[in-house]
Nanobody, 126 residues
């Protein structure tokens, strides 16, 4: 079992930045592909970014490419999402998740992830 706890959300003006953290306990994060997802009010959960275990390959959703950066520190058992140039449409609850299968097209699918955090709210004002 892996327990994931997100932090770093909050209220920011458009154009600003936030850095989300996802701290894990229970098992080493180095065993998992890690992803960030988000869910806006009234919408389905959507993929944001993912990072592989050891070769640190990354993948991003088109709306966040060039603005968001996912990274991981396996020694600290933590994954990060640096969010720059935030837009009001980035407003959502952000979740981190852990997947135990291999890196591939499935990393974009929330159904492939085994463990989820409780989420952290990000609100971007005009």
């Amino acid at each position: 079992q892996v327990q994931l706890v997100e932090s770093g959300g909050g209220l920011v003006q458009a154009g600003g930045s936030l850095r989300l953290s996802c701290a894990a306990s229970g098992r080493r994060l180095s065993s998992y592909v890690m992803g960030w997802f988000r869910q806006a009010a009234g919408k389905e959960r959507e993929f944001v970014a993912a990072i592989n275990r050891s070769d640190l390959r990354t993948g991003y959703a088109d709306p966040v490419k060039g603005r968001f950066t996912i990274s991981r520190d396996n020694a600290k058992n933590t994954v990060y999402l640096q969010m720059n140039s935030l837009k009001p449409e980035d407003t959502a609850v952000y979740y981190c998740a852990a997947e135990s299968t291999r890196w591939g097209p499935s990393v974009f699918m929330p159904t492939e992830y085994d463990y989820w955090g409780q989420g952290t709210q990000v609100t971007v004002s005009f």
